[in-house]
């Protein structure tokens, strides 16, 4: 099983910033099979960035995806109200399709 | 506009079976890879297993002793049931959409929660 390790825990940022996330892989994962998603509370994850670096339909350019093999990242520059929340890693190129333990965005 | 809703009790005794539906609209199931996905409170997301329109299916080895994953084409529906349910099995569960390996789940329903009680 592949263990996605993302940091830091929370992140404490003001609006404006810039947010840069961490998903570490224990072992080489495809960067075609590799996703970013967005939860507010009470609502279900939205697909922000696919392939790792591929905004999905709707997505605002302030966010983007880096990375390849075991590490990748995600950034939001210019950070809106919006964007604090929590960002869960997964990825889909082995079984079982693994999701790390999530980022908390909150506002400083 | 491609929409997911999950259905089922809200409420499952210890050692009994939970079963879910998820309903899809806007879209034929005869495509892609539908997949459940579970959430306990407070906590992270874990994915259960998926059915793919051909019938094939693959499940997270934590769980795959308990659960079947199967669709019903006639009804744009597919299901999950999961057996021998503990607490450890409460968890908001959610179905979503895979169309292809680099995608992504795009399309999620809003999530049910179940509680596994006595």
Known sequence: EIVLTQSPGTLSLSPGERATLSCRASQSVSSSYLAWYQQKPGQAPRLLIYGASSRATGIPDRFSGSGSGTDFTLTITRLEPEDFAVYYCQQFGTSPRTFGQGTKLEIK | ?118
């Open chain 2, 1 to 118: 506009q491609v929409q997911l809703q999950e259905s089922g009790p809200g409420l499952v005794r210890p050692s009994e079976t939970l079963s879910l539906t998820c309903t899809v609209s806007g879209g034929s199931i005869s495509r892609h890879h539908w997949n459940w996905i579970r959430q306990p409170p407070g906590k992270g997301l874990e994915w259960i297993g998926y059915v793919y329109y051909s019938g094939i299916t693959d499940y997270n080895p934590s769980l795959k002793s308990r659960i079947t994953i199967s669709l019903d084409t006639s009804k744009n529906q597919f299901s999950l049931t999961l057996t021998s349910v503990t607490a450890a099995d409460t968890a908001v569960y959610y179905c979503a959409r895979l169309t292809c390996w680099g995608c992504g789940f795009d399309y999620w329903g809003q999530g049910t929660l179940v509680t596994v009680s006595s």
